[in-house]
């Protein structure tokens, strides 16, 4: 019965945290901000985390503005990857589902030192 009882949070908050691999460290706390391929032309950033599928040269000018950059998709090496290093913005990169798990507005942590996301309060 303890063994279930340490199983069960875990599976309740598994929509409270992400991981990836680190592509830039460091931590920022900050709102997030979902930005897909179609709506870079129409979108400000203003201390926001950048979240996304994968980024392109088009997203240069939101991560410059961002706090920090979460991607979906890619490696250490994608565009994300070594423009946030650039930057020197903490990247996340290859989180699989943060664009589905996270939403516009989220206040998050970016633990871009351990590789780990996670929504605060």
Same mark, same amino acid.
């Given at each position: 019965?303890?063994?279930?009882?340490?199983?069960?949070?875990?599976? &309740?908050?598994?929509?409270?945290?992400?991981?990836?691999?680190?592509?830039?460290?460091?931590?920022?706390?900050?709102?997030?901000?979902?930005?897909?391929?179609?709506?870079?032309?129409? %979108?400000?950033?203003?201390? &926001?985390?950048?979240?996304?599928?994968? %980024?392109?040269?088009?997203?240069?000018?939101?991560?410059?503005?961002?706090?920090?950059?979460? %991607?979906?998709?890619?490696?250490?090496?994608?565009?994300?990857?070594?423009?946030?290093?650039?930057?020197?913005?903490?990247?996340?990169?290859?989180?699989?589902?943060?664009?589905?798990?996270?939403?516009?507005?989220?206040?998050?942590?970016?633990?871009?030192?351990?590789?780990?996301?996670?929504?605060?309060?």
């Amino acid at each position: 019965a303890e063994m279930y009882s340490d199983i069960v949070p875990i599976i &309740e908050k598994k929509d409270d945290f992400l991981s990836g691999q680190v592509a830039s460290s460091g931590k920022v706390h900050g709102k997030v901000k979902i930005v897909s391929k179609s709506e870079i032309e129409n %979108t400000e950033i203003n201390d &926001e985390i950048l979240v996304c599928e994968m %980024t392109t040269p088009e997203y240069f000018v939101l991560m410059q503005k961002s706090l920090g950059i979460i %991607t979906d998709f890619g490696g250490i090496l994608s565009h994300a990857g070594i423009v946030a290093r650039e930057l020197g913005k903490p990247c996340i990169v290859g989180t699989e589902n943060a664009t589905k798990i996270l939403k516009t507005g989220d206040f998050i942590e970016l633990d871009a030192d351990n590789g780990v996301v996670r929504k605060l309060p």
